[in-house]
């Protein structure tokens, strides 16, 4: 089973930026992929981007495209979020986690597991 443990999140202004990594114990290559989600109070799990684990390919949802880049480390099993721009609307619980579909380029959780703990963002002046 492979273990995913988050950090990188805290308090940001509005317009600021965070990295988040996804460190990872285990055998990613396992995987299909490596993928980012947030939830925010009262509101369903979203995706917000993924990355292959095979050739790098990755996927973003609307609502980040061009303000979040994710990367990876396969020297050290870690998987990044780098967040620019930051809005309040971004606040959220993120989560890392790994997929054994070959559907995860959808970003739909439920293609998902091995989850992390998450670490909380908080965008705010």
């Known amino acids: 089973q492979l273990q995913l443990v988050e950090s990188g999140g805290g308090l940001v202004q509005p317009g600021g930026s965070l990295r988040l990594s996804c460190a990872a114990s285990g055998f990613t290559s396992n995987y299909y992929a490596i993928g980012w989600f947030r939830q925010a109070p009262g509101k369903e799990r979203e995706g917000v981007s993924c990355i292959s684990t095979s050739d790098g390919s990755t996927y973003y949802a609307d609502s980040v495209k061009g303000r979040f880049t994710i990367s990876r480390d396969n020297a050290k099993n870690t998987v990044y979020l780098q967040m620019n721009s930051l809005k309040p609307e971004d606040t959220a619980v993120y989560y890392c986690?790994?997929?054994?579909?070959?559907?995860?380029?959808?970003?739909?959780?439920?293609?998902?597991?091995?989850w992390g703990q998450g670490t909380q963002v908080t965008v705010s002046s």
């Open positions: 986690a790994a997929s054994g579909s070959y559907y995860y380029h959808l970003l739909r959780w439920q293609n998902f597991d091995s």
